[in-house]
């Protein structure tokens, strides 16, 4: 392994490149700007970052980023032979949204490697900052007609976009940052960016629906709104839904809750690293199925009635045919309420903390990444005891619980948590609402999110996530 120094350079051996960056604690981004003999881009489209995953000719492509835990993989592809001629530098970049109070000093273990493409590991270096959110961590640049890779380490403060100017990137709707270390002085770009490029990760979620044709463009729209004013846009967590399908929810199946799916998927797109939602659907009992994502959203509710996962909905999924004999007519036939419902197999009681408990366990061990649990119901909920107990044992773990109510009533505690004592903090939220179709989109999205970046606020100010 040939492990650089901070200001040490090695040749690149070969053409094709898989830049693989690994560390464990504070959430980043990886990012490459490609720049002339001038040092700044010809133009906004030589930034390839999340929001603009390849440059015009291809040769660097923005490829993956995954969490474990506390764990977090990004890798770029570069085709050096692809690279245009006139770029003679391409800077290399790991971020933290500045709107987040971390720095370089809770990204721990950090590894950035040069991969060959049989995956052989051809050079790494180790960058380690403190106070910095943003940092160039190495370049690939020419010299002699060759490339060659350099350790640079180089720290700044205000993120990605601190960056991004400092190379001619005009970013949208923010001022440029001063760099805690300047760079060394380079002559006027010979051409400037045509646009001004936005920073927003909900901004990036719209372009990419709108790329791809999505109906869900007019729901991304609203949830942008709504995450910007409360200030959540680049806020990353965990997105849990939970749907009450006990038998008084009998008439919002399925399309009610399908709309419900709709419109919380898309805030999942905004908040979620792998833009998916987690699924429970309880009753008398709970079960966790498949997580929705534009691939299976279509129809994913119809298809959970029919008694499958949810991982094979999608557009020809149809609802199963409503059965005869009122509200529970034909539906008990089977012997016991469990073996039945709504979602078969689940019963039609409301038992709200077993599902709450499992969610509980399944999330309380993150410290880096906050869950947000979007819990629907519509009430007849009389196991309060039950359910403080689960707040109280939760409110010491990063999960925030929004409760909504579904055109019911009865909606018990949920409607007292300004009395619930006992809490290591406040983690709970409730609203209620008539009827879901009559809300707007961005009034929905506003309530649901309302409460939860002062709750993040509140566990980092206690240490509780880092």
Request: net charge neutral.
């Amino acid at each position: 392994m040939n492990q650089l120094q901070k200001g040490a350079n090695a040749p690149v051996p070969t053409e094709k490149l898989t830049i693989k960056a690994v560390h464990d604690g504070a959430n980043t981004d990886l990012s490459a700007i490609l720049l002339s003999a001038a040092g700044k881009v010809r133009s906004e489209a030589d930034f390839v970052f999340y929001g603009q995953q390849r440059s015009p000719e291809g040769s660097v492509q923005y490829t993956d980023k995954k969490t474990s835990g506390v764990r977090y993989e990004h890798s770029l592809s570069i085709d050096l032979k692809a690279v245009p001629a006139e770029i003679e530098r391409i800077e290399l970049t790991l971020t933290i949204d500045p709107d987040t109070p971390a720095t370089f000093a809770q990204v721990k273990s950090c590894m950035v490697s040069l991969l060959d493409a049989s995956g052989k590991e051809v050079s790494c270096f180790a960058p380690e900052g403190t106070v910095e959110n943003a940092f160039i961590v190495g370049e690939l640049y020419r010299r002699n007609g060759t490339w060659k890779v350099r350790h640079v380490a180089q720290g700044f403060t205000g993120g990605l976009g601190a960056i991004a100017t400092q190379f001619g990137i005009e970013i949208a709707d923010e001022a440029p940052q001063k760099a805690t270390t300047p760079p060394a002085a380079v002559a006027p770009a010979a051409a400037q960016p045509s646009r001004k490029i936005s920073l927003s990760k909900a901004d990036q979620v719209t372009a990419d629906l709108e790329r791809k044709g999505s109906r869900l463009v007019s729901l991304q729209k609203a949830a942008a709104v709504s995450l910007k004013k409360h200030k959540v846009d680049g806020i990353v967590a965990r997105v849990v839904m939970v749907l009450d399908a006990s038998g008084s929810t009998r008439r919002m199946w399925p399309d009610m809750m399908q709309g419900v799916a709709d419109r919380l998927a898309t805030l999942a797109l905004n908040l979620d690293d792998n833009g998916e939602l987690e699924f429970w659907v309880y009753a008398s009992s709970f079960k966790k199925f498949a997580t929705v994502s534009l691939g299976n959203l279509d129809g994913y509710v119809a298809s959970l009635m029919r008694g499958e996962d949810g991982s094979s909905a999608g557009r020809s999924a149809k609802a199963p045919e409503k059965k005869s004999g009122g509200l529970f007519g034909g539906l008990f036939s089977g012997g016991s309420s469990l073996g039945a419902g709504i979602v078969p197999g689940l019963g039609w009681e409301n038992n709200e903390p077993p599902v709450m408990q499992a969610i509980m366990d399944e999330c309380k061990g993150s410290k880096t990444v906050p869950t947000l649990v979007i819990f629907v119901t519509d009430g007849g909920i009389d196991k309060d005891r039950a359910i403080e107990k689960v707040l109280i044992d939760a409110s010491r773990h990063n999960i925030f619980w929004q409760f909504v109510g579904l055109g019911g009533s009865s909606y018990g505690v949920l409607e007292r948590f300004d009395e619930l004592t006992g809490r290591h903090v406040d983690n709970a939220g409730f609203f209620a609402i008539d009827d879901y179709r009559d809300i707007k989109d961005e009034e929905l999205y506003s309530r649901i999110i309302r409460e939860f970046p002062k709750w993040v606020d509140t566990v980092r100010a206690k240490g509780m996530l880092v």
